[in-house]
């Protein structure tokens, strides 16, 4: 296979993948959808309510991007106040981080069998059919997974794709590659999935992956500050607070980011030590963040107010 081939299959098993967490997103929004938009705001007016909130929500649509767009959706439309909003971002970042639990543990190779599980799912005819497709995209994501691994591995082989690793097998870089491909590809779980696998290929080390992923918190906001864009101030102030809580998170982790990571790779291996402080870090900006909402909102609804003069 030439390196032309293996580079198309390489990028052809990232987009499988990205659309397998997609379509399992949209698949979840379009059963509960309504569901989930009333249960938000009746229980999310307790910022650590909306902070467990937005984990759960995370966790189980596998899209943090998409539970922040539907945060910052819900405040322009006036169902969620802009503190209830802050919580829940705070705990999507938490959530987002079943993704790379999932691929540290290399469950990749239950895809199949979700496959095949939500086929035969989808024709029934009965109340199972809703949840169908849903199984099918789960078990996508983790045949896509399984493939991406495969065909990552004809790589190793090739010099350029060794110095572009070495590229990123520090902090800044890393952040910077991380923040950069998650707002390109629009999803934090593909950034974060691929550094793991990277990393259980031997190719990355652990240090340059722990980068990429803080990196991948702060990219994936863009997909909230792109949505807000045709909202109200208050949406706005919403998305930019989800920026600025990940990105000061970065900063403040950032001098402290080669010696945490030696720390943590001690206790496990390396690709779950990826995962370990992929959840450490965004339980750290919870705690940082989450006292001072109070604080937060009033500051934000003051840079809403100046920017509508």
């Not at 659309?19 to 999310?44: I, N």
């Not at 922040?68 to 439309?77: K, P, R």
């Not at 919580?87 to 993704?99: C, D, E, H, R």
């Not at 900006?285 to 107010?305: C, D, K, R, V």
Request: net charge positive; proline share 3%; hydrophobic share 55%.
């Amino acid at each position: 296979m030439s390196q032309f081939q293996i580079i198309i299959a390489a990028i052809s098993s990232i987009v499988l993948f990205l659309y397998g967490l997609e379509g399992f997103s949209k698949e979840l929004q379009a059963t509960g959808g309504d569901r989930l938009r009333t249960w938000l705001a009746r229980v999310t007016s307790n910022r650590y309510n909306g902070f467990v909130i937005g984990a759960f929500a995370t966790v189980l649509i596998q899209s943090s991007s998409a539970v922040t767009s539907l945060a910052t959706g819900l405040v322009d439309t006036g169902v969620l106040s802009l503190r209830s909003s802050l919580g829940i971002l705070l705990g999507a970042n938490v959530g987002t981080t079943a993704t790379a639990w999932l691929v540290s543990f290399k469950l990749a190779n239950i895809g199949p069998y979700f496959i095949v599980l939500g086929t035969v799912l989808s024709m029934l005819p009965s109340r199972a059919k809703m949840f169908g497709k849903s199984i099918f995209y789960f078990g996508l994501i983790f045949f896509a997974l399984d493939l991406v691994s495969t065909e990552l591995k004809p790589l190793q082989q090739q010099a350029w794709w060794a110095s572009a690793i070495g590229y990123v097998d520090s902090p800044l870089p890393g952040l910077i590659v991380g923040a950069l491909f998650t707002a390109i590809v629009q999803s934090s779980s593909v950034a974060t999935g691929l550094a793991i696998l990277l990393v259980q290929q031997g190719v990355l080390p652990a240090e340059g992956a722990i980068a990429i992923v803080i990196g991948a918190n702060v990219g994936s906001t863009s997909t909230a500050l792109i949505a807000s864009l045709s909202m109200g101030r208050t949406a706005k102030a919403a998305a930019l607070a989800n920026l600025l809580f990940n990105a000061c998170g970065a900063l403040i982790v950032f001098p402290f980011l080669g010696a945490v990571s030696k720390v943590i790779m001690g206790f496990s291996d390396p690709a779950i030590a990826v995962a370990l402080a992929h959840l450490c870090f965004n339980l750290f900006i919870g705690a940082l963040f989450l006292p001072s909402l109070q604080w937060s909102q009033a500051w934000l609804m003051s840079l809403a107010a100046r920017d509508a003069k």
